[in-house]
Nanobody
Framework: QVQLVESGGGLVQPGGSLRLSCGASGSVFSTYVMNWYRQVPGKQRELVATITSVGIPNYAESVKGRFTISRDNAKNMVYLQMNSLKPEDTAVYYC?????????WGQGTQVTVSS
């Protein structure tokens, strides 16, 4: 079992930055692929960024060059640095831990990009 808690969401103006954090407790964090998803009402949850257990990142095309995912296995933490934010980045952002056929989710944190 893995418990995930996100933090760092909020209201930011277009062009601004936010850093999301996700703390994990439970099983061996370093063996999990960690993901950030986002969801807006009425739409499917969208994979934003992935980082493997050894730190290799991958990004959705819509956030490439603007978002950076990172992890600190010693602290059981994963981060999403979001720069040059756009109104279309507005969503609830979820942290996900994945290993084999197991998925664990946080409760989500709201990010709103608006002037």
């Amino acid at each position: 079992q893995v418990q995930l808690v996100e933090s760092g969401g909020g209201l930011v103006q277009p062009g601004g930055s936010l850093r999301l954090s996700c703390g994990a407790s439970g099983s061996v964090f370093s063996t999990y692929v960690m993901n950030w998803y986002r969801q807006v009402p009425g739409k499917q949850r969208e994979l934003v960024a992935t980082i493997t257990s050894v730190g290799i990142p991958n990004y959705a095309e819509s956030v490439k060059g603007r978002f950076t995912i990172s992890r600190d296995n010693a602290k059981n933490m994963v981060y999403l640095q979001m720069n040059s934010l756009k109104p279309e980045d507005t969503a609830v952002y979820y942290c996900n831990a994945h290993r084999y056929n197991h998925d664990y989710w946080g409760q989500g944190t709201q990010v709103t990009v608006s002037s």
